[in-house]
């Protein structure tokens, strides 16, 4: 598996998204745990049986690990695309196997899968996806349209996915913008890191945990920033860099 080096992956995205589906599954848990133990005394409850207990408490394990350890984000993306099949098994929608695919998807771009060979991933992704449709769609006997319309949706999706995240077959609209050494301004390495991070949206706190460094740092450096660009604030940095294509 290919994957971006660590300075280039926010650890704080995906703490988050371990721990929101860590607790999505232990919700899940409790719910199918009560289902199951007032079965008898409640004939409308499902049906759960063992194999999705424990399917959802490893689901649980593991979203909680990889929220907690860093170098173990990877397991998120696997986990949604090991899952995708799952209503081939249990009779559930198809949905289920979109939901969880384009949710593998969005976190294997993240974390830079598709960064080389994009064409052969892309295909080798889509080829899984159909696959899992097809299965799912003959194990539950549903009519032809049902299968192809979810692979129509995924397989636009994917290519606008590739489209926005694969710095190719981009369209201007108007002039391209003018760019702007950082060389030439002598921003040093780790200005150049800050400032990265924050015209991609992070704030300075989220930028001192990924760094391991205090607010108070991330404040100095930035100040320094601000004085090589000509402008008294982060409002005044971000609308000058929104005027010009920064390079190296």
Not at 163 to 179: A, T
Not at 180 to 206: D, F, P, R
Not at 208 to 222: F, H
Request: hydrophobic share 50%; aromatic share 12%.
């Amino acid at each position: 598996m290919t994957l971006r080096k660590a300075h280039d992956i926010s650890p704080t995205l995906f703490r988050k998204t371990g721990l929101l589906f860590s607790s999505l599954s232990a919700i899940y848990l409790m719910v199918f745990l009560t289902a199951r133990l007032f079965k008898p005394s409640m004939p409308d409850a499902p049906d759960v049986g063992i194999p999705q207990l424990v399917i959802i408490a490893v689901c649980f394990m593991v979203f909680t690990i990889s929220a907690l350890h860093e170098p173990l984000s990877w397991l998120q993306p696997l986990v949604f695309l090991a899952i995708t099949p799952l209503p081939m098994f249990n009779h559930a929608s198809s949905m289920f196997c979109l939901g969880a695919f384009i949710a593998g998807m969005i976190l294997l771009f993240r974390l830079g899968f598709f960064k080389s060979k994009k064409i052969a991933k892309f295909l080798l992704a889509i080829s899984y996806f159909y696959l899992c449709e097809i299965l799912v769609g003959l194990n539950s006997k549903a009519n032809i349209l049902d299968i192809i319309i979810p692979i129509l949706f995924m397989t636009v999706f994917l290519a606008f996915l590739m489209i926005v995240y694969g710095d190719k077959w981009i369209i201007y609209l108007k002039e391209p913008k003018p760019s702007l050494s950082l060389v030439s301004l002598k921003i040093t390495h780790m200005e150049s890191e800050y400032l990265k991070a924050l015209l991609a949206g992070q704030s300075i706190k989220e930028i001192a945990i990924d760094g391991g460094v205090k607010e108070s740092t991330v404040r100095n450096t930035l100040a320094r920033v601000y004085k090589k660009f000509h402008v008294p604030d982060k409002s005044a940095l971000m609308a000058k860099c929104e005027n010009y294509r920064i390079i190296e």
